[in-house]
């Protein structure tokens, strides 16, 4: 393949060896999205920071710091989310437009200058700048990354493959509280090393993601949409193999991606992100309801109580009872039962769905929580160092770790991954982007009982309005949505009648249906000029598909 550098991993590996490596190059960068998260906490802590540079607390006599101006430590923590919000948007369009490769090195590039500027920061409107930046290039990264790790993989291991991404995600996290932790004692924990080292560090992953990537293939579903159908046939091949059982899959597929394609120019007259938002021009395609529904999911994956355990974990646990000497170290254990519960995820969420994923996890959360305040409350009302107080702290600190380790299992990864899913092949990286607007606009409480009920909420908003995506391929995603009822039964309904009427869209690639012509041995190129439609009421009767 004279067209794709000859440098590119995709003429030395095929098929598994070949989506681990796309999937390493995913985890790193959602690596330094994990990194970035977890970096905050320790550095709101050191008190060179906070007292000698951003101006917005003191020691107290414990040695924990006091907040002063917690307007400036909020504003300085939040601005990073306005960033991420911006980011995620110019990723998006950058991204549908000069394909997944060019926007991961454009992310990289823009959140290496905000580490810079943060590592350098002397003051506070500095710092705001330097978070403001390193948030647009999360941004990016968020809204570009999941959608090229799912463009790529199998529909039927695609949910293991982005649950092991966010195993390292939350690896980015440990690292980053036990470098903190150990960066604590440098100098009697008074130096600026102890903040701009683990801000620093950070620079590292992604130089070389910024380097790596120009070297693996882009996405085939890019490459079809844009016409460049030789490229995209060539690394489906190589993704999905072209010998032995393989033979005839990645043809399959690669029909679908065709076929879709064309019928989704058909179908959506606007892609813009104001179109999209309000749905108007995307007719059957329903791109209106698919976008509120990454934004509530990522909305409420924040409501639930991770942003405020992840970003004040030690305050948390201050509140808890626990002395400021032992915080960092036990908001780092907390960090690695985070991180091990994670692989629950991978072997699970291809095998019980999205939808049961979410559903286990918000019962566990939701208990979790409610625990949580009931005996940080009980806790804080006993006389200071009593039994009784230890026993309610021990008892608070407890139901934290198990809410963390129920959220890795489950809500961690389902909102990253569902708006990867959903959204059709046109627009795919600027819906994916909604969800990343979700994430970066959700306010950050830190209530245990409104994250109660936050978890108890979504059950039924999850039953009631989330289609399942599991073991079904991006292509027949467009069919579950067809459906003008906005109720998850009828979604169901609707998509059954649709893959009967529309065998020649999507049941090459589920079914393994053969795409050769048994006389010749050559593909069949199906037409999307026969009449189909993603209405139920269009068809009058079934078009025919020939299978080998």
Partial sequence: MDLISRHNVVHKLEKRSLLIAINCIAG?????????????????GARNYYEDHMHFGHPGPD???????????????????????????????FGDKYGRIKTIALGALWAVIGATLQTSAMNPTWMIFARLINGWGTGILNAIVPVWATETAEHKSRGQFVAIEFTLNIFGVVVAYWL???????????????????????????????????????????????????????????????????????????????????????????????????????????????????????????????????????????????????????????????????????????????????????????????????????????????????????GAVAMIFLFTATFGATWLTVPWLYPAEIFPLEVRARGNAWGVVGWSVAIKENTYYVFAAANVI???????????????????????????????????????????????????????????????GLPVRNSTGRNMSLDVNALDEKPTFKQG
Wanted: aromatic fraction near 12%.
């Fill in 28 to 44: 790193l960068s959602i690596f330094f999205f994990g990194y970035d998260q977890g970096m905050m906490g320790g550095v709101n």
């Fill in 458 to 520: 979504t059950i039924p908003m999850v039953w009631a309005l989330y289609p399942e995506s599991n073991q079904r391929t991006l292509e027949e995603m467009n069919l579950v949505f067809a459906a003008d009822s906005i109720w998850n039964w009828e979604a169901q309904r609707n998509f059954k009648i649709l893959k009967e009427q529309n065998p020649e869209l999507v049941q090459a690639a589920q079914r393994g249906h053969s795409v050769l012509d048994p006389e010749t």
């Fill in 180 to 394: 903190e932790y150990g960066c604590s004692f440098y100098k009697g924990g008074n130096g600026s090393f102890i903040w701009r080292f683990p801000i620093a560090f950070q620079i590292v992953p992604l130089l070389f993601l910024l380097t790596i990537v120009w070297y693996f293939p882009e996405s085939p579903r890019w490459l079809v949409k844009v016409g460049r159908e030789e490229e995209g046939r060539y690394i489906l091949g190589r993704l999905r193999g072209e010998t032995g059982e393989d033979l005839g899959r990645a043809e399959a597929e690669f029909q679908d991606i065709r076929n879709i394609a064309e019928l989704e120019r058909k179908t959506a007259s606007r892609t813009s992100y104001w179109s999209m938002f309000t749905g108007r021009g995307s007719g059957k395609l329903h791109i209106g309801r698919r976008v509120q529904l990454v934004v509530w999911l990522q909305i409420m994956q924040e409501w639930i109580g991770i942003a405020g355990v992840t970003i004040y974990a030690p305050t948390i646990f201050r509140t808890a009872g626990i002395g400021n000497k032992d915080v960092q170290w036990i908001s780092g254990l907390n960090t690695i039962t985070y991180m091990l519960s994670t692989l629950v995820c991978v072997f699970t969420l291809d095998r019980i769905g999205r939808r049961w994923t979410l559903y286990w996890g918000s019962v566990l959360q939701g208990i979790a929580m409610a625990l949580a305040g009931g005996l940080t409350t009980l806790g804080v009302s006993q006389p200071e160092g009593s039994a009784a107080a230890r026993a309610y702290s021990s």
């Fill in 63 to 93: 040695g924990s710091p006091v907040i002063d101006d917690e307007l400036l430590q909020g504003g300085i923590v939040s601005i990073y989310y306005v960033g991420t919000l911006v980011g995620c948007l110019i990723g998006g369009w």
